[in-house]
């Protein structure tokens, strides 16, 4: 038989925020691949329309109305993935939301709730992950993947979105530590970091003609925004058996822009 590390069949994974842009993306590149897929996504008319959209790759899909702001359905949401599934191979904390405006106008409730949905969440969300992964290592069936959609604010200026920018820069050193510390159990941990993206959390910016004229035309060398097709490829990647000793990365997918 020929080898291919990219066949996720017999494999379960899990997108947060996955009925639409990156997750979105994400989620159809594992399903064409052969995974079971699961997706948490609070909008119940994007939920089925993701639903459908996965469905139509012939693998079994699963769809959470989870709220990742909330510790306790998070904790629920994974417990059913395990319950429909009977394993997780593959978990994405790609859930997020903006928070942009002038610094000095930010309010501790504005803060608290990015920190909470981008920061927090991932934790729970990961924590709930690992500690399947773990057991199942301990019982003689070692290996899994986490990754968090980070954003390439984390490495650069990000002005009028620090709240943003300093949940992204978080979770990059959250998932180094745990590339170390669940390495043991063939676990591996790694990040995502988009650029401009075509999507909903961007919709006002896709529309202004100085934005795309200055930024997207003149600053991302491919000269185009991203969109979540353009995901599709690392989620596959991450999850398969192609990237079993590759931990602890930082994936920057922006057409260019970081380094022009």
Known sequence: MAFNPFDLTGKVALVTGGNGGIGLGMAE???AAGSKVAIWGQNPEKNARAEATLKAHGVDVLVQKVDVADEAAVVAGVAEVLKTFGRLDFCVANAGIGGGG???EMTTERWRRV???NLDAVFWT????ARHMVERARAGDPGGSLAVTSSTSAIHGAPRNEAYASTKGAVLSMVRGLAVEYARYGIRANSILPGWIATDMTA???DNDKFN?????KRVPMRRWGDGADFSGIAVYLASDASRFH???SFVIDGGYTIF
């Open 247 to 249: 931990t602890g990365d």
């Open 115 to 117: 920190t909470t949905v």
């Open 126 to 129: 990961f924590r709930e992950a």
């Open 204 to 206: 006002g910016a896709q």
């Open 29 to 31: 590149g594992l399903a």
């Open 213 to 217: 004229e200055q930024v997207i035309l």
């Open 102 to 104: 002038p610094f000095e």
